[in-house]
C-alpha cells in the first residue's frame, strides 16, 4: 500500500490489500481524502472502516496526524494532564510540552473537564476518559485527524457537544471519521461515504455544502438522513 499526504490533495491511499481469515477484505483499493476536509466513514459491522483507520495510522509519518481510536487508550499510571500530553512529548522526545500549560488547561475547560488535571483513568467515568483523550488530539494539533468512533460511549447531549466543539476547532484540518451514527456523520463532516462489499469499495454518498456543525433542522441533515439510513439498509 502507497499513502501519502500532499499540500494539495490531503491523503492519498493507493493500491491497498488486506486479506481476513482467506478472504480478500480490500484488493487494489484506492481512495483520496481532500485537503482541509472532513470525511465520515459508514457501513456495517465487519466492513472494514477500523481497519482502514488502522492502516492509515501505521503509514503516515508520525507527529504529522493525531488517531482517535475506540478505546481511549490512557495509561492507568499517569494523571490526565499527563496523559494528555503524552503523545506530543513522546513524538518531540523533550519535556518542552510541559511548558504548554496554559494550552492544556483550555483544552481541558473545552470538554468539560476544568480541574481534573491531577484525576487518574479509574477516577473518571467511560464519557470522561473519552473526553480526555479528546482533550489530547486537540492538544496535539495536528493537520491530519484520524477519528474511529470517537463519541460511542458519551450520553447523546455530550456527544452532541463534543460534535459541536469537534466540528469547530477542526475546520481547516484533513479529517477522516469511522461512525455508525448517520446523524454524527451529518452533523461534522463535508463528505460522506459508504464502505461496503467484499472486497470493498468507497462509495461517495452525500457532498454537504452547509458549515459544520450542522443543526438538526438543517435540511441537508433530514435529507440526508434518509440517503444514508437506505444505502446501509440495502449494502
Given at each position: 500500500?502507497?499513502?501519502?499526504?500532499?499540500?494539495?490533495?490531503?491523503?492519498?491511499?493507493?493500491?491497498?490489500?488486506?486479506?481476513?481469515?482467506?478472504?480478500?477484505?480490500?484488493?487494489?483499493?484506492?481512495?483520496?481524502?481532500?485537503?482541509?476536509?472532513?470525511?465520515?466513514?459508514?457501513?456495517?459491522?465487519?466492513?472494514?472502516?477500523?481497519?482502514?483507520?488502522?492502516?492509515?495510522?501505521?503509514?503516515?509519518?508520525?507527529?504529522?496526524?493525531?488517531?482517535?481510536?475506540?478505546?481511549?487508550?490512557?495509561?492507568?499510571?499517569?494523571?490526565?494532564?499527563?496523559?494528555?500530553?503524552?503523545?506530543?512529548?513522546?513524538?518531540?522526545?523533550?519535556?518542552?510540552?510541559?511548558?504548554?500549560?496554559?494550552?492544556?488547561?483550555?483544552?481541558?475547560?473545552e470538554?468539560?473537564?476544568?480541574?481534573k488535571?491531577?484525576?487518574?483513568?479509574?477516577?473518571?467515568?467511560?464519557?470522561?476518559?473519552?473526553?480526555?483523550?479528546?482533550?489530547?488530539?486537540?492538544?496535539?494539533?495536528?493537520?491530519?485527524?484520524?477519528?474511529?468512533?470517537?463519541?460511542a460511549?458519551v450520553?447523546?447531549?455530550?456527544?452532541?457537544?463534543?460534535?459541536?466543539?469537534?466540528?469547530?476547532?477542526?475546520?481547516?484540518?484533513?479529517?477522516?471519521?469511522?461512525?455508525?451514527?448517520?446523524?454524527?456523520?451529518?452533523?461534522?463532516?463535508?463528505?460522506?461515504?459508504?464502505?461496503?462489499?467484499?472486497?470493498?469499495?468507497?462509495?461517495?454518498?452525500l457532498?454537504?455544502?452547509?458549515?459544520?456543525?450542522?443543526?438538526?433542522?438543517?435540511?441537508?441533515?433530514?435529507?440526508?438522513?434518509?440517503?444514508?439510513?437506505?444505502?446501509?439498509?440495502?449494502?
Open positions: 500500500m502507497s499513502i501519502q499526504t500532499q499540500s494539495t490533495t490531503g491523503v492519498e491511499i493507493s493500491s491497498y490489500h488486506l486479506h481476513y481469515h482467506g478472504n480478500a477484505l480490500f484488493s487494489d483499493f484506492n481512495a483520496t481524502f481532500a485537503k482541509g476536509c472532513c470525511h465520515a466513514i459508514l457501513g456495517k459491522s465487519g466492513a472494514g472502516k477500523s481497519s482502514l483507520l488502522k492502516a492509515l495510522a501505521q503509514e503516515l509519518v508520525p507527529g504529522t496526524f493525531s488517531f482517535m481510536t475506540q478505546h481511549d487508550t490512557l495509561l492507568p499510571w499517569l494523571n490526565v494532564a499527563r496523559n494528555v500530553r503524552l503523545t506530543k512529548q513522546l513524538a518531540s522526545q523533550t519535556r518542552a510540552h510541559f511548558a504548554y500549560e496554559s494550552k492544556l488547561a483550555a483544552c481541558l475547560e470538554v468539560g473537564l476544568g480541574g488535571e491531577k484525576c487518574y483513568p479509574y477516577e473518571l467515568s467511560g464519557g470522561m476518559r473519552r473526553r480526555v483523550a479528546l482533550a489530547r488530539m486537540l492538544y496535539e494539533d495536528a493537520q491530519t485527524v484520524l477519528l474511529d468512533e470517537p463519541f460511549a450520553d447523546a447531549i455530550t456527544r452532541w457537544q463534543l460534535q459541536c466543539l469537534l466540528a469547530k476547532k477542526l475546520k481547516g484540518k484533513t479529517v477522516i471519521v469511522v461512525t455508525h451514527d448517520p446523524m454524527e456523520a451529518l452533523t461534522l463532516a463535508d463528505q460522506i461515504y459508504l464502505l461496503a462489499g467484499m472486497p470493498v469499495k468507497l462509495i461517495p454518498l457532498s454537504l455544502e452547509s458549515a459544520a456543525p450542522r443543526e438538526l433542522d438543517d435540511t441537508q441533515v433530514i435529507a440526508g438522513q434518509k440517503k444514508i439510513l437506505e444505502a446501509l439498509a440495502t449494502c
